[in-house]
């Protein structure tokens, strides 16, 4: 693992970890039986947050796996224009890129996923480089899913909890040591899994030691049922994340940190697609936490063990914001480059 001294240079603010597809999106606001057009887009959740924190303003580098075709090269090539860290995506000789069919929503988009390479994903010497190097790894829950990726995704959250634990014991001797902070996106699909209810356990073992965990409404319903709202995120602390950040659609978001529970309102606007509203929010919280990070050190001496509640109701309330610009466009990426200045 690198020195913590030298980390100011090389350290990268955001590692995303699990998958890169194609999204194949509908340019009906209709489901995908009657859909008849679909408008290409590089797509996978923490691909979307990694190319939107970038869009903010801050570095990020990917770990997924794409298929050595026309897909993969599309995707590849979108990331480095971007301006991505690309030395962690694996090129699977024979594979093909995972495509996902999604069907442009105002509410809950439909999807169907075609997948292969994203599913073998493996822990490999250069995504440990890029974990020694990350202030935020953020972890997918649609890769746990796959048997090379799961294991891919487990092994590297276990190297990442070790080089915490070095963290905690060089911070004793020098307290400008950071802890790396740990983010989890908790979705859950059953139509992913050949087995569900061994889907469910794995992502609920996967929750321990998670700093912030940011399910959906809908994730919670497909985990455990229709049961009350705030039993879910108690479950999901429970399970071992320290902070909960429920989002609920036009109903806004629901915060919830052991005693603390807050209940923060939409941003009410006109939305032409829902399909990136996630990740966005995903990202403008990420890049608030890291910019509020450096510019008046609120969280430089410990990182998420020393987080006010306050500054990450603050976060998300700019991710909400730019979540609320997303879903005025179409597909899951928006400009974020027009409402950077808001996070300097």
Known sequence: ???????????IPLVA????????????VESLQKATTFNKYVGGSPTNIAINLRSLGLRSAVISR????????????FLRAKGVEISGIQIGEDQRTSVVLVGRSQSTPEAVHYREADKYLTFTEDARLLLDRARIVHFS??????????????????????KKELEKIRKKGDETVRETIITFDPCFDQSLWEDPDTGRQILQDFITGV???KPSKDDLIRLWGDIELLEGVCRYQKLGARHVVLTMGSSGVLYYAGEELEHLAPNLVSANDTTGAGDSLWAGMLAWILYRERQDNQISHGGMDVLPGELLIEAIKKGMETAAFTVQYSGAIAPLERISDKFL
């Open 1 to 11: 693992m690198i020195d913590q001294k030298i980390d100011e240079f090389l350290q």
């Open 17 to 28: 970890v699990g998958e890169t597809v194609i999204d194949m999106v509908s340019e009906e």
């Open 66 to 77: 794409l298929g050595e075709d026309g897909f993969g090269r599309f995707a590849y090539e």
């Open 141 to 162: 829950g649609f890769a746990l899913s796959g048997d090379s990726s799961r294991r891919a995704l487990q092994e590297m959250k276990a190297y990442v909890l070790k």
């Open 211 to 213: 700093d912030i965990i």
